[in-house]
């Protein structure tokens, strides 16, 4: 596609609800982040997807975060259980998995835990 | 584990003023260095980026940083600002040669006053 997408753009859930985000890269892109937004703070990262290498899982905050990537195509992320701590803007990007490229990035899916 | 860091949480000009914002990172290795920028509802998109060579670097909108090895850093500047520029600006550093994650500092939120 011409971006990354993502969806749903909003998304407001009750507390303990599991909820899966949607990332769709632009195509050819081999590398595809994660990130998560809170309100007034910067980009915390959550994981990072390259090519058919393991996820570097580093970032995921609990074992109630998980993601999955079927080969360079789609990605989501599941929040299980989710808590209020969990509301924020998931962003998702992605680039080309080589050396001197940048990272293009979605518009992010709000996400409120009420 | 590699980090960066923003010195100025909020800043605050008026418009002709010149800015420049602070970022260093904790690497020691090889680094591709970036600005992101984050206007009002929008998602973040690149300012400019550094993956080698001259380390004066131009982007858009009239905006430069510096890459200075010894200390670092990788210093945004814009000499004259205008009331469109309020907006976040993220730093964010690539250490491709340890599989590519791309980590960003906690953002500066600029406001330029009419």
């Known amino acids: 596609g011409a971006g990354v997408s993502q969806s749903p753009s909003n998304k407001v859930t009750e507390k303990g609800k599991d909820v899966e985000l949607r990332c769709d890269p632009i195509?050819?892109?081999?590398?595809l982040y994660w990130y998560r937004q809170r309100l007034g703070q910067g980009l915390e990262f959550l994981i990072y997807?390259?090519?058919?290498?393991?996820?570097?899982k580093s970032g995921l905050p609990s074992d109630r975060f998980s993601a999955e990537r079927t080969g360079e195509s789609v990605s989501t992320l599941t929040i299980q259980r989710t808590q209020q701590e969990d509301s924020a803007v998931y962003l998702c990007?992605?680039?080309?998995?080589?050396?001197?490229?940048?990272?293009?990035f979605g518009q992010g899916t709000r996400l409120t835990v009420v | 584990a590699q980090s960066v860091s923003q010195h100025n949480h909020h800043v605050i000009l008026s418009e002709a003023a010149s800015l420049e914002l602070g970022c260093n990172y904790s690497?020691?290795?090889?680094?591709?260095l970036f600005w992101y920028v984050q206007y009002p509802g929008q998602h973040l998109q690149l300012l400019l980026k550094y993956f080698s060579g001259d380390p004066l670097v131009k982007g858009i909108k009239g905006f430069e940083a510096e890459f200075i090895k010894s200390k670092f850093s990788f210093n945004l500047r814009k000499p004259s600002v205008q009331w469109s520029d309020t907006a976040e600006y993220f730093c964010a550093v690539n250490t491709y040669n340890q599989g590519g994650k791309l980590i960003f500092g906690q953002g500066t939120e600029l406001s330029v006053k009419p």
């Open positions: 195509s050819g892109h081999t590398a």
């Open positions: 997807f390259q090519g058919n290498s393991a996820p570097d």
């Open positions: 990007a992605s680039s080309l998995a080589k050396k001197n490229t940048e990272a293009f």
């Open positions: 690497y020691g290795g090889t680094v591709n």
